[in-house]
């Protein structure tokens, strides 16, 4: 596929500096590798030096590097080069695809009472189970599996193997045996949600469990029942998050994080990956660790001590045996 930059600019705005419109652009490429029908972009400025030697046709700058950017050729200069490129690689796509996916592929089983909009998509080898609703221009892409009665809400997209309403891992001890509690919610996810491939979302035991509007969800990804995840938060692949968890909004948890059950986590937490929440975190900051749970600037200082563990091992075995002498010295007097 070729397009002119021209219908770049026409589509996603920017100012185009240093080059004419009908400047034909094949791939979305990074710095280093871009050839000469290449568009690419800068968002850090320590890389102005690749800019500079890259091949590129065009790069997104921001305002900074407008003249950097002019000295090597054509650019295109946006306030947040970043999202400019995020919103490229879109369009890229929907010009490749062609028109816009709807409907339900043949191999699809859905339910007669499930409820989806015109212009949603369910695709190959889809199930739909009773009562559920599908919102406008979400997609479902293939071999996804939505129970009964969930929800799910407008411009979602759901990658291959997603399943939205098994049931939540509920059982009552009865002398050593266990008893299934039947899970009678449902799951809610909201508007613009991307859950990545072979993601599970278990459905409530009594009350629903709830993914709201604009939250991105990783592959393999385990949301037990009851949880509750606020607004555009993002969640990193292999986490799981226990049963009856809230999540606030605008949080960030990084990938092979353990969020314990019954926890509350404030808006606009981050948790670095592979670390173990075991209380609820009131104050939004930056956490890291397996145990315990502590704010990032409190676990470098404990990990550089921890460093050093050995070192101070020796120098207290020394103290020791010098305090040691010393009192059988004063003994000795």
Not at 30 to 39: F, Q, R, S, V
Not at 54 to 79: H, L, N, Q, W, Y
Not at 175 to 192: C, H, S
Not at 207 to 232: C, M, P, R, S
């Amino acid at each position: 596929m070729i397009v002119q930059l021209g219908q770049i600019v026409d589509a996603l705005g920017g100012e185009l500096l240093g080059g004419s419109r009908e400047i034909p652009i094949s791939r979305i490429s990074p710095l280093e590798t871009a050839d000469a029908g290449a568009i690419s972009f800068l968002s850090n400025p320590r890389y102005e030096a690749q800019m500079a030697a890259s091949k590129a046709a065009c790069v997104i700058v921001a305002p900074a590097m407008r003249e950097a950017a002019a000295a090597r050729g054509a650019s295109i200069v946006t306030a947040n080069p970043y999202v400019y490129f995020a919103r490229l690689t879109q369009l890229w796509k929907a010009w490749e695809r062609g028109p816009k996916l709807q409907g339900i592929h043949p191999s699809a089983v859905v339910d007669a009472t499930a409820q989806i909009a015109e212009s949603a998509y369910i695709g190959a080898q889809c199930v739909i189970g009773a009562g559920v609703r599908i919102g406008p221009d979400t997609v479902l892409t293939s071999r996804i599996t939505v129970a009964d009665a969930c929800e799910i809400g407008a411009r979602c997209l759901l990658h291959p193997g997603v399943v939205i309403g098994a049931d939540g891992f509920g059982f009552a001890n009865d002398g050593g045996r266990w008893v299934k509690i039947e899970q009678l919610g449902r799951v809610r996810v909201g508007d613009d949600v991307e859950i990545g491939a072979n993601t599970c979302i278990d459905r409530g035991a009594l009350d629903d469990t709830v993914i709201e509007d604009g939250v991105k969800i990783d592959n393999l990804v385990q949301i037990a029942h009851n949880v509750h995840i606020g607004a555009h938060s993002v969640i990193a692949g292999n986490t799981g998050i226990a049963g009856s968890a809230r999540i606030g909004r605008n949080c960030s948890i990084g990938g092979a994080a353990n969020i314990l059950g019954h926890l509350s986590i404030a808006d606009g937490t981050s948790i670095s990956p592979t670390s173990m929440v075991t209380r609820s975190i009131h104050q939004a900051d930056l956490y890291t660790g397996i145990f315990p749970l502590q704010t990032n600037a409190q676990w470098e200082k404990n990990a550089a001590s921890l460093k050093q563990l050995h070192v101070l091992r020796e120098r207290i075995k020394k103290l020791e045996n010098a305090l040691q002498a010393q009192n059988s010295n004063n003994g000795n007097s």
